[in-house]
């Protein structure tokens, strides 16, 4: 810290990202990524034409990338912003709709960043309790002051909420914005995108970084109301106006077009899920059930900083979660079924050693 | 606007980029971008293998891209931040060393994205009268109340200060930071990033968008003591951790290697912004002393909303901006010399009409 930073930023605690080990030394299950490669249009994409274009600005507006999004969700481009990755998009949109009159409400055990984007931006922050399964207890957000954002399937726990509950949430506080993170929805949730026309209110979130391949590319985008849109907009262009870069948003654009491989990849993974769920229950292991591309994993007789470490020593990265509700567990990302074969063998051996 | 969006937004004026038309129907001239592709090491490093990698988070340290930059101006990898464009690192900068207490000083004529920042982010914002030619009277900034950004040549104008006067600023303004955005700086000013080791108040920041040819990729940088950057990365960790996506940072690190095609692209500009300023000179045009890769010109009997609509008539896109005091300019960013040559002709034309 020099002695320049102001004063309000003494305490801001910053995120930790997951570990990005640079060399491929591990089984990497522990920041969410897909297992697979971009789709091959992707990959056509980017060639070195386009690299060659990188001396020219990007469109700030994004406009065919927009539309290519809005037109697969039946949507219009006016309805869709984006942002490099969906942390921006969530950034501006707590800046756009929070301050110091109308907190952000959100589940006490979900994305890490929620928290830290309020203290960044000096905006109040409410924690709202979970229940004992570690499920969100969304009744207790109908009477909250402030706006929501809820993570669905919930970040770190994978719970998913049924679109109804949703809906009853957007009714109860339709006087502020609801703010749905998707980041997890295509591995078996059901979205609540067609609530849009419905309600102004609502703000979904969505990435390309698990289901669509694509984290390393950092891309994010938010589809809501046209006012809506124009206010995280507002912040983009008053930020980043050129926030997402030319192959971005051009990678983008290929993976949206490429439905088969999206469907192939998505339904990999939640098989790869199921199997593992039940490889690991077999083990004894407790498991929350997950509709996103990770599980949350309790082995009795360790708790998850020790199992994480045990694992890390045997080449596989998982994830250790600080939650107090959630230190007996570590979360596990679904990979392909080989890795899935690996850790299952693993923790059998960290089982027996502990028996 | 929704009805959601904070009151505080109400009269936040975004900034507005320079156009972006996604045709190739101009000469374009508008938005300071080099004329040449990067460099072919970058054409050569973004292949498709570094593609397929897309599917993996990027290091969100970018140790081996600031380790890279680091080297190449002889300082440590602590000595370097990273972002989205060297917009992002700006905005980090601001809202970490001002506050409600502490203005950010701008000279009142120069990148036009300052005051937006403060705007933005709730900041006091103070503007600092230029001289009468246009450049920056820098003895004003000495007992301004805040921290300083300049931009070095300044935005908008070309003007260049002398490290010496960097230098007198950054002991008068010992307890605050005085930041010197060098977007510019590579096309014939002299740097103060030696200064860097001997004042702690210093942060130089840079982009590969104009001198590295990569306005596309999205990529600036931050310079400054190991405190400093320490609190510009406090800033990044709290809103986006993973800013510079993998492909950018490959590019990046390329870019820097390849010093003999950095050198001849920003040597080729000042030859051309040389032989420009003399073609223009010789029509009678009055033009602010650049050492930017833009001009600002002004063509007596039009003013430069005229100018810009009628080069823009002529598939010559030029910048008009709306600072009174450049009402009578217009930007020229310096291209290739035959964008020049077709240019002057343009212009030639334009002044026999209005005689």
């Known amino acids: 810290m020099s002695r320049f930073l102001d004063k309000r ?8 990202p997951g570990e990005q080990p640079q060399d491929k030394k591990y089984i990497k299950l522990n920041t969410n990524e897909s297992p697979f490669e971009p789709s ?9 034409e386009e690299v060659k274009k990188l001396y020219l600005y990007n469109d700030p507006t994004a406009l065919d990338l927009r539309k290519t999004i809005a037109e697969y ?22 800046n756009a709709f929070c ?17 830290v984007f309020c203290e960044m931006f000096s905006l109040p922050y409410v924690a709202v309790d979970m229940k004992e399964d570690l499920s969100i207890d969304v009744g207790k957000f109908y009477d909250a002051d402030g706006n929501v954002t809820i993570a669905n399937p919930n970040a770190q726990t994978g719970t998913l909420l049924d679109v109804n509950e949703i809906e009853k949430l957007l009714r109860r506080k339709k006087d502020n914005v609801v703010i ?19 309600y102004d209110n609502l703000l979904v979130v969505r990435t390309f970084s698990k289901s669509r391949n694509m984290a390393g590319a ?4 938010a589809i809501g109301s046209k006012g809506i849109i124009e206010d995280v907009e507002k912040m983009k262009y008053s930020f980043n106006p050129y926030n997402v870069n030319r192959l971005t948003q051009l990678a983008g654009i290929e993976a949206i077009k490429d439905d088969d491989y999206f469907k192939f990849c998505t339904n990999y993974i939640k098989d790869v899920r199921e199997y593992t769920v039940n490889k690991l229950s077999e083990l004894g292991c407790e498991i929350v059930p997950s509709k996103a591309n990770f599980i949350l994993v309790k082995l009795n ?6 199992l994480y470490k045990k694992l890390k020593n045997e080449g596989i990265l998982v994830r250790f979660l600080s939650d107090a509700q959630l230190k007996d567990y570590v979360r596990i990302t679904i990979g392909k079924r080989e ?6 063998a693993k923790i059998k051996e960290i089982k027996r050693g502990l028996l």
């Open 218 to 221: 950092r891309l994010g985008y």
């Open 73 to 94: 969700y039946g949507v219009k481009a006016e309805n869709v912003a984006v942002g490099n990755g969906s942390d921006e998009i969530l950034a501006f949109a707590f």
């Open 180 to 198: 749905v993170d998707e980041a997890y929805i295509d591995f078996g949730g059901e979205s609540c995108l067609p609530l849009i026309k419905m």
């Open 301 to 306: 007789g360790t708790d998850g900083e020790n």
């Open 40 to 48: 091959p249009k992707v990959v056509k994409a980017l060639n070195s």
């Open 339 to 344: 890795m899935t074969d690996i850790l299952v």
């Open 9 to 16: 930023y003494y305490k801001l605690a910053p995120y930790v």
């Open 99 to 115: 301050g110091k009159d109308t907190p952000m409400v959100c589940p006490k055990v979900s994305y890490g960043f929620y928290p």
